[in-house]
C-alpha cells in the first residue's frame, strides 16, 4: 500500500532495489538511454486518479480498536505497521482507512483477492447466491458447485480431473500432505524455513515462522531446511 511504505524498513529498499538492477541491468548508473529519476524515502510520490468515493467511517473509534485487539485477539494476529491500518472500505483496486486516507492496494489480502475489492460483478454474483441459498453442506448437492467443478477441472490435465472443495489454504495442505503420504507410503515433508503454509496441527510442522510455533509436538515427519540445503542435496 503506498502510503504506508514509509514504515517499511531501509534494508528492504535496498535488497528491493539490487534485485530489480540485476533482472534489469538497462536501468543500472551504467546506461545512458534511460533516465531513471533518484529517489529517496522522503520522495513526494503522487497516486493515480480515482472516481470512488467512500463511504463516511461511522464505527468504532481507532483507539477503541486497539483496546478491543490488545484484550481479545491473539497475540498472533500482528500488525505490519508501528500504526496499524483500519481499513474501512474497499473499491477496485483502491483501500480507504477510517481516515479516509486512500492506499493503491499491491498486498491484494495475501494474493487472494485477484479482482480487487468488492468487483461489481462478483459481488452482484455473490449478492444472488446469498439471496437465493447461504450454506447447507456438501452431503447435499446444489448446481453452482457442480458447475464450478465442471469448468475448474478443464482448466486441469487429464489425471487431474477430481475435484476436492475446501474451506481455507490450510485445509487444502492438509490433504495435499495426506495425499502425498498415502501415494507416496512415506512420511517426511520438506519445507523451507520462514514459510508459512497454514496453522491446523497438520501444517504447523510445514510452518516456520517463529510466532506461529509452539512447544508442543506437531506436525510429524515435517523437516525444514533452507533453499541453500535443498540445492545442495539435490
Known sequence: MSLAWRNLQKPFYLETSLRILQMRPSLSLGASRIAV?????????SMPPCDFSPEKYQSLAYSRVLAIH???????????????????????EWLFDSEGNRYLDFF??????????????????????????WHT??????????????????LLPEPLKVIFLVNSGSEA????????????????????RGAYH?????????????????EVPGGIGC??????????LQ
Do not use: W
Request: aromatic share 8%.
Open 223 to 232: 523437516q525444514s531446511v533452507s533453499s541453500e540445503t535443498l540445492t545442495f
Open 70 to 92: 490488545k484484550q481479545h485477539l491473539s497475540p498472533v494476529d500482528t500488525a505490519y505497521f508501528r500504526k496499524p491500518l483500519l481499513l474501512h472500505q474497499g473499491h477496485m
Open 37 to 45: 529519476p533518484k529517489l529517496t524515502l522522503h520522495t513526494k510520490h
Open 198 to 214: 497454514g496453522c491446523s496441527p497438520y501444517t504447523l510442522g510445514l510452518t516456520n515462522v517463529g510466532i506461529y510455533k509452539m
Open 173 to 192: 495442505n492438509d490433504l495435499a500432505m495426506v495425499m502425498a503420504r498415502a501415494h507416496s507410503n512415506h512420511t517426511d515433508i520438506i519445507s523451507f
Open 108 to 133: 491484494s489480502g495475501i494474493v487472494t483477492v485477484s479482482v480487487g475489492h468488492c468487483h461489481p460483478k462478483v459481488s452482484a454474483v455473490a449478492k444472488k447466491q446469498i439471496d437465493r441459498l
Open 137 to 154: 453442506s456438501s452431503v447435499f448437492f446444489h448446481s453452482p458447485m457442480h458447475e464450478y467443478a465442471e469448468k475448474l477441472s478443464a
